[in-house]
């Protein structure tokens, strides 16, 4: 199978297009390094060194014994798409390829709007593409668990069977996103969904919970290819970020009373579920949609693991949570398709944690610590707008 990555440079595209193309898939990346301009941008770098992305496809070459191809370009670039799809011709695309941090959307109305035309036009121009091009081509989409919200009833995997007055549909499960970078992810569900119905398009939208991990079986054979590795307060993620202060004696912080209940999945089953999507693609015309997560815990439920397995002291903290989100809240969502299709769940254990903190005590000498706490608030506006930064100038 031919499987085009976009976004594959970035901390779950690469590994993805590593283990496809082990797997004996002919693989293709794109991406225009927007994810290494945030980093500029911030001040901050991934906690684990990353070679470029011409020293990782040489390194896989040398390594792996397997080749993979490369198109730099920008996704909001519709003449590019449309040139790329064409003459890789795949017949899986896996995008990856958006801003994917919700603080980053939420800075400004400069970084809200920057996120929301990036993420939407990019996923446009790629629908856009298959349309004319191929539609047999399947369109692998990156949602987030984060689309739903946190309702007060169970959370369907994507659509809805629903009786009003008497009368009976099936509709798209409703969202309530939690950001402007959640927002512009339900806006390419709706438009995904629209493709689907009028060009008889074929695409899974795979709903991710927050990953954690800094390895899969592929990135450990070499330095080289390793991914990267997030901590800061715009993109770490929660139990990455945890792991850290850990290793470092600073408090686990915990935002707001830590009630907060997030789905949890591995990057080995990230990785596994791309090739279980790709491989059992969706029908034409067809909009499918999975929970891709394995587990989950409350915040302040992952920040006690973490503590508990530490072999050293470890506190929790309890700060002000600079989000607007619901705590205390129901959380029941479902999450069996990908398994109906194979998937063996890696569940959060000892041995993960202890892998994590043998990760970070070898590159404890990154870290600013400056760089851990929250510093952007959902409630601020900060519509005043500031000088374009060279990252979204690059965008």
Request: with cysteine; hydrophobic share 35%; proline share 4%.
């Amino acid at each position: 199978m031919r499987i085009l990555v976009l976004g594959g440079d970035g901390y779950l595209g690469w590994p993805t297009a590593l283990h496809l193309s082990a797997l004996g898939h002919d693989v293709a990346v794109n991406d225009n390094f927007a994810r290494r301009g945030y980093d500029e941008e911030m001040g901050v770098e991934s906690l684990v060194p990353i070679s470029t992305l011409e020293e990782r496809i040489a390194a896989w070459t040398e390594v792996g014994e397997k080749t993979i191809k490369s198109y730099v370009g920008d996704l909001c670039d519709a003449p590019f798409v449309h040139e790329m799809v064409g003459d890789f011709r795949p017949d899986t695309i896996v995008h990856f390829g958006e801003q994917r941090a919700a603080p980053y959307s939420m800075i400004d109305q400069a970084h809200c709007i920057y996120t929301q035309t990036n993420n939407i036009v990019g996923n446009l121009n790629v629908m856009y593409a298959i349309a004319d091009i191929d539609r047999d081509i399947h369109l692998v989409k990156l949602g987030t668990m984060g689309e739903y919200g946190t309702p007060n009833i169970d959370i369907e995997e994507g659509w809805l069977e629903v009786e009003h007055n008497g009368r009976k549909d099936r509709v798209l499960y409703p969202k309530r996103p939690g950001s402007f970078y959640h927002l512009s992810k339900v806006h390419d569900s709706h438009n995904i969904e629209f493709g689907c119905r009028i060009w008889g398009l074929r695409a899974t939208d795979l709903n991710q919970g927050v990953v954690y991990g800094a390895d899969t079986e592929q990135t450990k054979l070499d330095p080289r290819l390793a991914t990267r590795f997030d901590y800061d307060g715009v993109f770490g993620t929660v139990l990455n970020r945890m792991v850290i202060q850990a290793v470092l004696g600073h408090p686990l912080t915990v935002y707001g009373n830590g009630s907060q209940t997030r789905g949890l999945i591995n990057i080995v089953d990230t990785v596994e579920c791309i090739r279980l999507a790709s491989e059992y693609p969706a029908e034409r015309g067809e909009f499918r949609v999975f929970n891709q997560f394995t587990e989950h815990l409350s915040v302040r439920q992952i920040a006690e693991t973490i503590a508990e397995e530490f072999p050293g002291e470890a506190t929790i903290e309890q700060v002000d949570n600079p989000r607007v989100e619901a705590e205390n809240h129901y959380y029941n969502a479902k999450h069996t398709a990908l398994v109906d299709l194979g998937l063996k769940p890696t569940l959060l254990s000892n041995t993960l944690i202890d892998h994590l903190f043998e990760v970070v005590e070898r590159h404890r000498d990154r870290v600013d610590l400056a760089a851990i706490m929250p510093t952007v608030s959902w409630r601020a506006t900060n519509s005043e707008l500031p000088e374009t930064s060279s990252a979204l100038a690059q965008t």
